[in-house]
């Protein structure tokens, strides 16, 4: 291969490194964000299923209240 064309493989290379890097954490902070708002479909399904006065004693016993 020439000179040329290895110093492109190399920089694509580089650059692909950089978008998984960012790729990567974007999954990271995403699976956060997926955890609160599973949490908070387990809060309105009991407040749905068991009425308010439940949900709110269970999420008191959730946060350690």
């Not at 749905?48 to 006065?53: E, I, K, N, T, Y």
């Amino acid at each position: 291969m020439s000179e040329d064309t290895t110093t492109k493989i190399d920089v694509h290379v580089a650059v692909c490194a950089e978008r998984y890097a960012a790729i990567e954490k974007s999954f990271i902070s995403g699976d956060k964000r997926m955890t609160r708002i599973e949490y908070l479909i387990y809060i309105l399904i009991a407040a749905v299923l068991f009425g308010p006065g439940v949900a709110g004693e269970f999420v008191k016993k959730i946060l350690g209240m």
